[in-house]
C-alpha cells in the first residue's frame, strides 16, 4: 500500500458548487495533514494543514481528518474558476517525521 | 526575500552527461528537499536534508547524488543521466523539524530536464 492514495481521476464542477477530494494514508501513527495546490506549469503551495480529527476551515476550504479510518478531505465551497489546479494530499510518515509524501493529486477543472 | 531559488530552469542533456542542479534558500530553514515529478506520478522524494551536515535517500534515489553545502544550499547531481530522469525537479525547505513533522515546505519554479 502506498503511502498516500489518491485515486479519483480529474473532478469537473460548475462555478459555483463544492469540489470534494478524498485522499488515504498508510501510516497509522502520521500526526500531520497537508493540501496543496498546484496550477499547471508552477510549483505546488500549500492551502491547508490539519492536525486534529474534525473539520478545520479557512475561507472557501475545509479540510477533514478521520484518524480512525485514516482518510483527509478537502472541500472547495463556492467553486471558481481560479480553483482549477491540481490538488496534492501530503503526509509525513511517522518513522520518518521530517519528510512528506505526496499522492498522486487530483485535477479540478472549475466550469463557468 | 526570493525563498527558494533553483538554477537551472531548464536543461536538456544527452544520455550519459552529467549535471548539477542547485538549490538555495533564504528562509534559514534546517530542512531541504529534492522531488522529482513525472506525469500520473505525484511529486516523489529523491533526496532529504534534515538539517546541515546530513542527507538521507528518499523514495527515488538511485542514479543521482547530493551535497548539503552549507545551511542555505543543497545540490542534487546526476553522474550518468539516463532517459528516465527526465523530468521536473522541485527542490524545497522546510523549517525546524518540530514533534509532529515538517511543517509547511517552500517549493522552487521547478527545474526541467530533458535527456535524450
Known amino acids: 500500500q502506498k503511502e498516500v492514495e489518491q485515486n479519483s481521476g480529474p473532478l469537473s464542477v460548475p462555478e459555483g458548487a463544492i469540489a470534494s477530494l478524498n485522499c488515504t494514508y498508510s501510516?497509522?501513527?502520521?500526526?500531520?495533514f497537508f493540501w496543496y495546490r498546484q496550477y499547471s506549469g508552477k510549483s505546488p503551495e500549500l492551502i491547508m494543514f490539519?492536525?486534529?480529527?474534525g473539520d478545520k476551515e479557512d475561507g472557501r476550504f475545509t479540510a477533514q481528518l478521520n484518524k480512525a479510518s485514516q482518510y483527509v478531505s478537502l472541500l472547495i465551497r463556492d467553486s471558481q474558476p481560479s480553483d482549477s489546479a491540481t490538488y496534492l494530499c501530503a503526509v509525513p510518515p511517522q518513522s520518518g517525521n521530517n519528510r512528506l509524501a505526496f499522492g498522486k493529486g487530483n485535477q479540478v477543472v472549475v466550469i463557468p | 526575500n526570493a525563498g527558494v531559488t533553483q538554477t537551472p530552469k531548464f536543461q536538456v542533456l544527452k544520455t550519459g552527461q552529467s549535471m548539477t542542479l542547485q538549490c538555495a534558500q533564504d528562509?534559514?530553514?534546517?530542512?531541504m528537499y529534492w522531488y522529482r515529478q513525472d506525469p500520473g506520478m505525484g511529486l516523489r522524494l529523491i533526496y532529504y536534508?534534515?538539517?546541515?551536515?546530513?542527507?538521507d535517500k528518499g523514495e527515488v534515489p538511485n542514479g543521482y547524488n547530493v551535497s548539503r553545502l552549507n545551511k542555505r544550499e543543497f545540490s542534487l547531481r546526476l553522474e550518468s543521466a539516463a532517459p528516465s530522469q527526465t523530468s521536473v525537479y522541485f527542490c524545497a525547505s522546510s523549517k525546524n523539524r518540530d514533534t509532529i513533522g515538517p511543517g509547511e515546505l517552500f517549493f522552487g519554479e521547478g527545474s526541467r530536464l530533458t535527456v535524450l
Open positions: 536534508s534534515a538539517s546541515e551536515g546530513t542527507t
Open positions: 528562509m534559514n530553514h534546517n530542512s
Open positions: 501510516d497509522r501513527g502520521s500526526q500531520s
Open positions: 490539519i492536525y486534529s480529527n
